[in-house]
């Protein structure tokens, strides 16, 4: 069964950084993507970032292109999410996520697993 743990998250001024971790198991994740996706109060779930397990090739959102950055650890089976310059309208509820597919994808509905969530706020 896989499963995803994430850790990481808090409370931050506005322009700190943070990182998210997800720690996959339950079997080889290389041909998988590992997806990053937020949910702030009243909106919907939205997409942040992803990457393709095998070859680290990663895909942004425009609204943290240039200041969050994906990443993963073959070693750990852990993927991050090193957030820099974090702003109060990145507050929101974090998700990492999973997908079999070499491919990334930006829609919730094409990742089949997920963390359990974690709080991210920002404060100005």
């Known amino acids: 069964q896989e499963q995803l743990v994430q850790s990481g998250g808090g409370s931050v001024q506005a322009g700190d950084s943070l990182r998210l971790s997800c720690a996959a198991s339950?079997?080889?994740?290389?041909?998988?993507?590992m997806g990053w996706f937020r949910q702030a109060p009243g909106k919907e779930r939205e997409f942040v970032a992803a990457?393709?397990?095998?070859?680290?090739?990663?895909h942004y959102s425009d609204s943290v292109q240039g200041r969050f950055t994906i990443s993963r650890d073959m070693t750990k089976n852990t993927v991050y999410l090193q957030m820099s310059s974090l702003k109060p309208e990145d507050t929101a509820v974090y998700y990492c996520?999973?997908?079999?597919?070499?491919?990334?994808?930006?829609?919730?509905?094409?990742?089949?697993?997920w963390g359990q969530g974690t709080q991210v706020t920002v404060s100005s």
């Open positions: 339950g079997r080889p994740f290389h041909t998988y993507s």
């Open positions: 990457i393709i397990w095998k070859d680290g090739i990663a």
């Open positions: 996520a999973a997908r079999d597919s070499t491919e990334v994808a930006v829609s919730g509905v094409d990742y089949a697993y």
